[in-house]
């Protein structure tokens, strides 16, 4: 057993124990979260581990608690917290992916049908709480009438919006 085990299970144990004393929070989980994110900013990633922590102190006597980890072998633990930052995070940004998916349909179709002239960038792209394809329209015209504009590609120009 690594140094990093002992120190990631002497951790779970702790949260397991709810013990307000433990064990620092394990490098590991980091690396974990950072592996999940990509290259992260270190604020993302301890958002992420804080709210993977809370999860496993929500899920007490549950599967997936910190208890029920501990009772896993070393591999299985590592595997099951990865799979739970996932989750984590899928539930942290999912909302924020569909905006994502969402734009970027708007910018296809724009790209696809004829752009208003460049008038400035709009204050806002949604009317209430949805996408608004004419405000939408108006920034992909924005964005390409640069000098530095990206490639006709809904991705690059979504990521200039």
């Known amino acids: 057993m690594s140094a990093a085990t002992v120190g990631f299970r002497s951790f779970l144990a702790a949260v397991a124990e709810r013990r307000s004393h433990g064990p620092d929070i394990p490098r590991v989980l980091y690396t974990l979260a950072r592996q999940v994110?990509?290259?992260?900013?270190?604020?993302?990633?301890?958002?992420?581990?804080?709210?993977?922590?809370?999860?496993?102190?929500?899920?007490?006597?549950?599967?997936?608690?910190?208890?029920?980890?501990?009772?896993?072998?070393?591999?299985?633990?590592?595997?099951?917290?990865?799979?739970?930052?996932?989750?984590?995070?899928?539930?942290?940004f999912g909302s924020k992916s569909k905006a994502v998916k969402s734009l970027?349909?708007?910018?296809?179709?724009?790209?696809?049908?004829?752009?208003?002239?460049?008038?400035?960038?709009?204050?806002?792209?949604?009317?209430?709480?949805?996408?608004?394809?004419?405000?939408?329209?108006?920034a992909v015209a924005q964005v390409l009438a640069k000098a530095d504009a990206p490639a006709r590609e809904p991705r690059a120009v979504a990521g200039r919006l």
Do not use: F, N, Y
Not at 114 to 138: F, Y
């Open 37 to 92: 994110l990509g290259s992260a900013d270190l604020d993302i990633v301890q958002a992420l581990v804080a709210d993977m922590l809370l999860d496993l102190l929500e899920r007490r006597g549950q599967a997936g608690s910190a208890d029920q980890l501990l009772l896993l072998e070393d591999r299985a633990v590592v595997r099951a917290i990865r799979r739970r930052i996932v989750q984590v995070r899928a539930r942290q």
């Open 104 to 138: 970027r349909a708007h910018v296809r179709a724009s790209l696809q049908g004829e752009l208003p002239p460049a008038e400035g960038l709009p204050v806002a792209l949604t009317v209430g709480d949805r996408l608004c394809s004419k405000l939408v329209r108006q």
